[in-house]
C-alpha cells in the first residue's frame, strides 16, 4: 500500500472517531453528567454541586423512604411522586439474574451516561452478571480518572445485593430513574418521577 493510501486511511480513522465522539459529547447537555467521584459535570469540566433537578441527601434528615426493586429489565415501582424541595431515601434491591443501575437524571443525563456505562463494558468492568471491582479501579484515562460507579444519584448492583440513593428533589422537571447498563435503558428499564 502506498504512502499516500495509508495517510488517506489514517485521516478517514481520526476523523471518523473524532466525528463519533460528537454526538456523545451534545448529548450530556449542560450540568447534568458525572463521572467517579462524584463530581458532576457541567459542560465538560468536573464540578462539585447540585445537578438541575436535586443534590445528595442525607439519610437522617429524609422525609421518607422509598423501596424500589430492581429485576430483568424493570423496576417496582414504576413511577414515583415528590415533592420540591423532598429528600428521599431510596432503599434499592436488585432481585434480578443480572447487574443493574438504579440511576436518577433527565433523558439527556441517561443519553450520557449510558456511553459511559457502554466504556465500562467494554473494558470489562460489566460482566453481565457481576461487576469486576479491580477494573473498576483502573485509569481511564490520562487525568488518572478511574471507572468507578460512585455516583450521588446513583447505585450499581449484583444479583442479591442492594444499596441506598439519598436525594434532595429541588425542582420540578423531566426526571427519570433508570437503569444504563448497556441494553437495558432500551429495554424499557425506566421509570418517571413527578415532582409537584
Not at 495509508?6 to 463519533?20: P, V
Request: hydrophobic content about 40%; charged content about 15%.
Amino acid at each position: 500500500m502506498s504512502s499516500f493510501h495509508m495517510l488517506t486511511r489514517f485521516t478517514f480513522t481520526i476523523g471518523a472517531a473524532l466525528f463519533a465522539t460528537v454526538p456523545i459529547a451534545l448529548a450530556a447537555g449542560p450540568g447534568d453528567h458525572s463521572h467517579g467521584g462524584g463530581h458532576m459535570m457541567k459542560e465538560g469540566t468536573r464540578m462539585s454541586g447540585p445537578m438541575s433537578f436535586g443534590m445528595p441527601g442525607q439519610a437522617a434528615s429524609a422525609d421518607r423512604v422509598i423501596e424500589i426493586v430492581m429485576d430483568d429489565n424493570f423496576f417496582e415501582p414504576e413511577t414515583l411522586s415528590v415533592t420540591a424541595g423532598e429528600t428521599i431515601h431510596f432503599k434499592v434491591s436488585n432481585q434480578g439474574t443480572l447487574v443493574h443501575e438504579f440511576n436518577l437524571g433527565t433523558p439527556d443525563y441517561h443519553v450520557a451516561h449510558q456511553a459511559e456505562m457502554a466504556m465500562m463494558q467494554q473494558h470489562g468492568v460489566l460482566m453481565g452478571d457481576h461487576i469486576n471491582h479491580e477494573m473498576m479501579n483502573m485509569p481511564m484515562g490520562d487525568d488518572g480518572h478511574t471507572m468507578s460507579h460512585d455516583h450521588p444519584n446513583s447505585i450499581l448492583l449484583e444479583p442479591g445485593k442492594s444499596g441506598d440513593v439519598v436525594w434532595t428533589f429541588t425542582s420540578a422537571g423531566d426526571i427519570e430513574f433508570a437503569c444504563n447498563v448497556p441494553g437495558h435503558y432500551a429495554a424499557g428499564m425506566v421509570g418517571t418521577v413527578d415532582v409537584e
